[in-house]
């Protein structure tokens, strides 16, 4: 998901700043055409314009994109073809739970860089024109309240990394920052104010961010990454008061060991309907009673395998076998 966060974000901020240069030039192209020695002027002129297309993507996002995420309309869709693909009768309780109808993670590298776009978008134009400003206001809000309601209710977290997003949201974050810094310093450049006070008095700002970025990422990042000493000895303090054990002796041998050679037993998934009525005539009892016993005896076999096997498999010396008919 970082992965595909980071490739998306460039992505979306080349996105933004070649339809700003490109835009900008497309509105004035006859202007540039008859006076190629104003080109600077005339995009200084036509840039804020511009601004009018973002507006009109903060809304339509907020309009209709977070009403779609909200009513999931593409995964109701997936579930109904599958439901009528399938038989209901025979259905296990494995495959309702997976393939469409599998409770859905949520994407952090998809949805990471749709919410940094508008803040860059936001970023780009809070100066230049300022009335984009309450558009993204009221698009983050709606948006805060609608991934809260997913977060808690629809999407499942398939893994924890420990806040480890956070450390490419807030860089991509003041990349977005630097990007709109810049472009405010060449629209200031561009509109010939480089002979009054706000253009100097800007310019050191690009700077300013990066050594502010550089700051956190040495004084913050480090430590947030690690376990202080004084954390690790408060914990092994309490385990060792709540216990009176020692720490190191409650330590599993197993603990950095591969997580499928020292899971538990494996239990096969129940079907969803345990009563099955077959007519004795037909001689379906008996199929499914030797069907069954010969299930029982091949996991059987498979576990005696597995069990004897420890530097192949893992240890199991412990664990019971469990098998379900």
Known sequence: QNSIM?????????????????????????????????ILTILGSSLPSFSIYFTNFVVIKTCTGIPLEMLRVF?????????????KKTVTRREMRTGAFADPPILYGWIYPNLLMILMIMITYSCIAPLVIPFCLLFFSITYIMYKYQLLYV????????????????????????????VLLCYLLIRETFFTGPFYLLF?????????????????????????LEEAVKIDRDIHESTSQNPHDLFSAS???????????????????????????????????????????????????????PALFGSRENSPVDIES
Not at 158 to 179: D, K
């Open 75 to 87: 995964p109701l869709l997936d579930i109904a073809r599958v439901s009528m693909c399938i038989n």
């Open 255 to 309: 603990l950095f060991r591969q997580p499928s050679l020292v899971e538990g037993p494996l239990k096969p998934a129940m079907y969803r309907k345990q009563n099955h009525s077959v007519s004795p005539s037909d001689g379906g009892s008996t199929n499914n009673s030797n069907r069954n016993s010969a299930v029982s005896n091949n996991i059987s076999e498979f576990y005696s395998v597995f069990s004897s096997s």
């Open 155 to 182: 999407y499942i977290n398939e893994y924890q990394s420990g806040g480890f997003m956070w450390y490419a949201v807030f860089n991509r974050s003041m990349v977005a920052l630097l990007c709109g810094v810049c």
């Open 204 to 228: 050191p700002l690009p700077f300013m961010i990066l050594v502010f970025w550089y700051r956190c990422d040495k004084q913050f990042k480090g430590p947030a990454m690690l376990l202080s």
């Open 6 to 38: 980071t490739r998306y974000f460039y992505y979306l901020l080349a996105n933004v700043y070649v339809a700003v240069g490109l835009g900008s030039i497309a509105t004035s192209l006859n202007e540039i055409v008859s006076s190629p020695t104003s």
